[in-house]
């Protein structure tokens, strides 16, 4: 294929996190391609687009293509079609991993763009049908230009001690999903002793997202952070099955039991780690880092780059000393910000970079010549296709809406995971966040996505 230019990408520009935007930008931040960005979630008539104006088709992982909320079957079953090239990229792979391998053979997908390490990604991905594919290791995000010009605000005019915001993973992502819960209940159970001004929660109201995300990390001197990821890997489900069957015996269990009755025997079956966004965004907001010891993909070092705490909390005082020490503290972050920030090592133009070669590379392969078709020529199409199918889209939305809640709260009423009235906060949680994914899908969604 000697012609490679027009790329169509399907992502969720709507999504409410920093770090999904980013990294969205980041695919494109030295493009030399023309991306055309469509969402499926608000866009369910993707499948009647023809695809033979492009020349290469992306999945971002914004869009769980295991979930036809996400991605549709007429839409994949077009993609199969598709004579271009064709590349998904995946994150939290430690879910639904036999149905997300199953539509990765079905589109018939060319470059595959993982969080497994070489170690682990032929392993996981060992499919017969997949052996076609390049799997290419990438990060969780990359450093975007903004963040260089976030203005830093001095450790003295920091009110907290330290800040942190993460959510309650289930048990069957193993030990390492549970660190969050661990260091989060260990500091706050530890911080009035030593005076420690502190915002640390795990509830899903208190989640913080863009601006106010940066304006509390500008607000602390420290946050508190563990590597990404989970230490189990549930590929056929049955683990969760076996999970499930033991909270109906034990509806009140915790971590500790549910791992020695069932989880061990599991328990780092993978190596799925990797540093989070967030860390790249304490890099940048001159924010110092408390983290548990792990590898963090060698990006971060120890006591270079963060406060090491140890998991059973032995040295907490020691980190509270360095916390308190506005010397070193300026020491370790300035290095943080050197070596994350400003050495470029991490910027979003290396993740373009790369998915243009791999991009390219595949390319030589085909043998087809394709024909040249102009920018303009594309964005007529698109819009002609989406103001004859305006009403159809809408009924489409209005189905899949429905059928998501019906089934999710069918789900919920019949988890035996939950007691009756976990079950009911459960659901009212989930109602909540559902609203508010709506909420910015749907109303902000005019805004303006490369503001």
Known sequence: MKYMKNIL???????????????????????????????PLTCKILHK????????????????????????????????????????????????????????????????FSLFGEKYIDHVYCNEKLKKIKKVTVLTGYVSESMKKIKIKPLEDRPLDIFYRSRIYPFSLGCLAQE????????????????????????????????????????????????????????TGEITKKLKKLFSQCPMMDFSFAYKALLSQYEGNIYYAMISPRLFEAAATHTAMILFPGEYNGILKENIHYIALRKDFSNFSE?????????????????????????????????????????FKVANKFEKNYIPISINVIRDHLSTMKSKNTMINFIYIIMEECKFVLVNFYIFLFDSQYTGKQKLFSIYNGINRYLFYLYNRWVKRREIFFS
């Open 49 to 112: 687009l023809n695809l033979n104006k492009f020349d290469a088709i992306g999945i971002h992982y914004s869009i769980k293509i295991y979930n036809n909320y996400y991605l549709s079957n007429a839409i994949k079953e077009k993609i199969f079609s598709f004579k271009g090239i064709k590349f998904v990229f995946l994150q939290d792979e430690y879910a639904n991993v036999n149905k997300t391998i199953s539509d990765l053979i079905a589109m018939d997908i060319d470059i595959l």
């Open 9 to 39: 990408l399907l992502a969720d520009t709507c999504h409410h996190t920093m770090a999904v935007k980013d990294h969205i930008k980041a695919m494109m931040a030295c493009s030399s391609l023309n991306w055309f960005i469509e969402n």
């Open 180 to 235: 969050r819960i661990l260091i989060s209940e260990g500091v706050q159970n530890r911080a009035a002793q030593y005076n420690l001004k502190c915002d640390i929660s795990l509830k899903e109201n208190k989640r913080i997202y863009g601006q106010a995300w940066i304006d509390n990390l500008q607000s602390s001197r420290a946050v508190l952070g563990t590597e990404s990821g989970a230490s189990i890997l549930d590929e």
């Open 319 to 359: 980190v509270v000393k360095k916390l308190k020490d506005n010397s070193f503290l300026k020491q370790l972050i300035h290095r943080a910000y050197q070596d994350l920030i400003l050495s470029g090592d991490y910027a979003d133009k290396k993740l373009s970079a790369l998915i243009e070669r791999e991009l």
